[in-house]
């Protein structure tokens, strides 16, 4: 299936105001592969994020998704096969009750009765959210928020889903239970965080942002090995591949 | 802030009350609308002095509340708190009106007293209305009934996006007024300066949210026109209460209720 293939060819971005926050990056990634995006703040994985799906142009360079260039005309289908999260799931779940913000997709491709209802109780199971869908978004915790945000793109079926920090102050159990959902996932992902210990677990495969250029683009473990590496970047080894400070035991 | 948090918290209340189920709840929510609707015009088109007549309509409440079993501690304690509006909007009438318009005994009573009272009492009572009808109901499906009833789209997508963003927006206010007062030291006096700043902060997040909100919904196939989801019928049930409902309003309007139960009853005594 071509259309799980993204390709970002020379992609550069500057804000409005001037800020060039992606400066000349390149990357591609096929079917099925799990990828994360990983950099200081400010590196600029949220921009490019933005671009995947259309939400921001770039000012000069192009991405492709399934070998077609995302413009005017193929954004629909384009925002159909990228699945976005974002960052505050807040800004996601805007509907007055978690059943109506993940049938809002559905709705929006033309779904409805009998289908729709299966779609949006699928997406719903496979977060293990049933049990929420009549609740009030602002009545859910931060853990079933995240969960909710990833149903409501879930129901659309998307190829390829993209994840904005997605662990982000979420608790140990909550967290876990995210790791253990993306894992699960078999479809091409793209995930930033500062959560490295996640993406140790959940990406085959790191980039690195750094001053808006790739820094660093392979192997998660291998990338993670490199101390110099993480260090100009202002990144820190996983604590998972750091010696155990107690024991003295080494990591991996 | 406290005060509003605390108005809010009790929004959330009146949300929970409307998750329950009983027969009003059950009802759609267009004939709940539209007999309220009835009910708030009946009320509010009495003639100034008209306080004898209002009186039967707190059955309604009075039924609502029984069968919907909601809280009536709790609702008339929400009353209460828009009595004072209400009080102050009479309350120069007895000074203007001293036209004495009712004899208890050896005491006249004021034509002023009397309107002022009546402005209170309908306060009351569409007050009141309009709480049950939200508890019954629930604000979100009110905006879809009122949707269904022909309010355009575009203005129930506001209203629900406010009700919605409403509890978002006051926390973030009242994070960042706590991290003010945290500063200023118990200072109180007049820092309006940096009020002011708060506030246009306040206004670039809620701008900056929307503008996310917007990304998100685009993301998710949205084309300008909010899809419709599943649909409650309008059936015999709706039909009744509704037909009960207004014609013993405009009865108990065009004739004085009072005045008409008195008569059964002393006709029946007699
Ligand atoms: N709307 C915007 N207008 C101007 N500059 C922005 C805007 N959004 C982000 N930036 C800038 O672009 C750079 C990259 O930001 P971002 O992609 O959010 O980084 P990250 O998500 O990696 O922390 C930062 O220097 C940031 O200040
Ligand atoms: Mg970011």
Known sequence: MSHHIIEVDRLRHVYPDGTEALRDISFSITHGESVAVIGANGAGKSTLLLHLNGHLSPSSGEIRIGHVPIDKATLPKVRRTVGMVFQD??????????????AFGPLNLGMSGEELERCVSGALQRVEAEHLARKAPYRLSTGEKKRVAIATVLSMTPDILVLDEPTNGL??????????LLKEFHHSKIVTSHDLDMVLEVCERTIILNGGVVRADGPTVDIFRDDALLRECRLEKPLSMQGCPVCGGKGK | MGSIAGALLDLKRLDQLAAGDSAVHRLDARAKVLATLVFIVSVISFGRYELSGLIPFFIFPAVLIAIGQLPAGYLAAKIILVCPFAVA????????????????????????WISCVSIVVRTVLTVGAALILAAVTGFPAICRALERLGMPNVFVMQLLFLYRYLFVLTEEGGRASRARELRSFGRRGLNLSSYASLLGHLLLRTWQRAERIHMSMLARGYDGVMPVGHTSRFGVAEMLFLLIWSSLCILLRLNNGAQFIGTLVTGILS
Do not use: C, K
């Not at chain 1, 608790?171 to 253990?180: G, K, N, S, Y």
């Not at chain 2, 007895?94 to 002023?112: A, T």
């Open chain 1, 171 to 180: 608790d140990p159990h909550a967290r876990r239970q995210l790791i253990t």
């Open chain 1, 89 to 102: 799931p807040d800004d996601q779940l805007f509907m007055p009750t978690v059943y109506e913000d993940v």
């Open chain 2, 89 to 112: 909007v009479g309350i120069f009438n007895p000074f203007f009106d001293r036209g004495v318009l009712v004899h208890l005994g050896p005491l006249g009573i004021s034509g002023g």
